[in-house]
């Protein structure tokens, strides 16, 4: 990962007519699937996954995970939920990151790497949910499929689960 200029500018992650999508201004960076549903593909930068939630996501305390395949089906990337406050990332080429919910009321996110750190926060409504995402001065950039990884398991959160504001 490298760090860039383009990642001063905030992105957002916003409902479109198939899911969301992952912009920067008016560039889209790329799409993914409803956050409702237990299967979506995600496609950035001409490559994609296809993200599947395995175990049980609406069960309040259940374990669960999200797997991203390749185009093969391999397993490239994994989101093991871990609490109501969010879990362990496991990224491509086996680095790991963490996603977690700041405590209060704020009901910001933050996703973690080595080298990378993400606030997250959901905006809009109940009717068309939202997320604004802003890189911490220094931050390398994070590749897209990462990034909608990331984003549509806050969304399944935020959207499907039980409810985790408390």
Do not use: N
């Not at 080429?93 to 993400?118: H, K, N, Q, Y």
Request: glycine fraction near 14%; charged fraction near 20%; include cysteine.
């Amino acid at each position: 990962m490298r760090e860039t200029q383009a990642m001063a500018q905030a992105l957002t992650f916003a409902a479109h007519p198939d899911g969301y999508e992952l912009r920067r201004g008016d560039e889209v960076l790329g799409r993914v699937g409803p956050a409702t549903e237990p299967t979506a593909r995600a496609e950035a930068g001409g490559a994609d996954w296809q993200l599947a939630v395995e175990g049980e996501r609406d069960v309040p305390g259940g374990t669960w995970q999200v797997v991203a395949r390749d185009a093969g089906g391999e397993p490239v990337a994994r989101y093991y939920h871990g609490s109501m406050r969010g879990g362990r990332v496991r990224l491509p080429g086996g680095g790991t990151g963490s996603l977690r919910r700041d405590l209060g009321v704020s009901g910001e996110w933050r996703f973690r790497l080595p080298d990378a750190a993400v606030a997250i926060h959901p905006t809009g409504d109940a009717a068309a949910p939202a997320l604004d995402l802003r890189f911490v001065p220094g931050s390398a950039e994070v590749p897209a499929l990462v990034l909608l990884l990331v984003c549509w398991c806050v969304m399944t959160q935020e959207t499907v689960g039980p409810a985790r504001h408390g």
